[in-house]
Nanobody
Framework: QVQLVESGGGLVQAGGSLRLSCAAS????????MRWYRQAPGKQRERELV?????????NYADSVKDRFTISRDNAKNTVYLQMHSLKPEDTAIYYC??????????WGQGTQVTVSS
């Protein structure tokens, strides 16, 4: 089993920055891919924003966050980060971390709220 805890959310003005963290615990040695998702108020969860493999490679960013968000992963700390710049009101959402292990089991954190004011 893997447990995920997100942190770093908050209220920020448009144009500001935040860095989200997702700390993993439990069977961390089995984690392969870690991903970030988000769900805006009243909407379904958006497709994957970005993912980072254990080796450090990342997938393409969703168009909605491309060139503004950056994923990074520190395997020594069992943590994945999402650095967010140039935040917009439409970035307001609950941001979720997801981990997939080598057996394709999927784990979710509880989410962290990001609110961007105009």
């Amino acid at each position: 089993q893997v447990q995920l805890v997100e942190s770093g959310g908050g209220l920020v003005q448009a144009g500001g920055s935040l860095r989200l963290s997702c700390a993993a615990s439990g069977s961390i040695g089995t984690i392969n891919i870690m991903r970030w998702y988000r769900q805006a108020p009243g909407k379904q969860r958006e497709r994957e924003l970005v993912a980072a493999s254990r080796s450090g490679g990342s997938t393409n960013y969703a168009d909605s966050v491309k060139d503004r968000f950056t994923i990074s992963r520190d395997n020594a700390k069992n943590t994945v980060y999402l650095q967010m710049h140039s935040l917009k009101p439409e970035d307001t959402a609950i941001y979720y971390c997801n981990a997939e292990d080598w057996f394709y089991n999927s784990y979710w954190g509880q989410g962290t709220q990001v609110t961007v004011s105009s």
